[in-house]
């Protein structure tokens, strides 16, 4: 019987060496099946079944150009069984050369802003739309957008997230497919293919910007009382 135990934990071991921790793969819930049928069927990150796989897919892929320029991947982090997802833009230049998301000036102030709610990296997940670093922090292409938006989906679809904050207008208008502002896109919870949906400021832009620290901080307290059981949205 021992022998028997040992020798699963070290098929345990062996496994988690090639493909990362074992997380237990939920059933597909009906927003992951929805966000599942928005990627092409003949995309390969249809076919994978972790969080840990489409890590080592992005990480060695060159979908557009910008990704064979990149230091490393931003593949995005935190909790793969994270109740609220962040999403934000691109990587910037701290990113690019770490591989982690939000961990310059604006990302510091995004640690404040979730701290403020209560909240922790460590329970959240915080991706971008693209994985690569845009040259000079500009603007992603409708292109790039649309060669690393399956990615974010299959994201969504393995971690199943109950809400999403959107951070500035790129992901709010890539998400909910619009061309609108983001004063027009913020104040409202959207529905996302069956979950609540929220856009708010970019951190780099109410560190341009004192002025919108305030409607950001009603819009972190929506989301705060979506996700607190027992206090109703506004
Ligand atoms: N801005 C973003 O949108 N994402 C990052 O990861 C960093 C800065």
Sequence with gaps: MVELLRGLRDCLYAEAEMHGPFVPVEPLNGFAKRITNLIPSENPVRALTSLEDLRQYVANVTLIPIDAARTNAVFGEGNPRARIMLVGEAPGADEDRLGRPFVGRAGKLLDKMIAAIGLSREELFIANILKSRPPGNRNPEPQEIAAHLPVLYKQMALIQPKFILCLGKVAG?????????????????????????????????????????????????????????GIAPQ
């Design 173 to 229: 208008q890539t998400l909910l497919n619009s061309k609108g502002t983001l004063g027009s896109l913020r104040g409202k919870i959207h529905d996302y293919h069956g979950i609540p949906l929220l856009v708010t400021y970019h951190p780099a832009a109410l560190l341009r910007n004192q002025r919108w620290k305030r409607p950001a901080w009603e819009d972190l307290q929506r989301l705060q009382k979506l996700y607190t059981p």
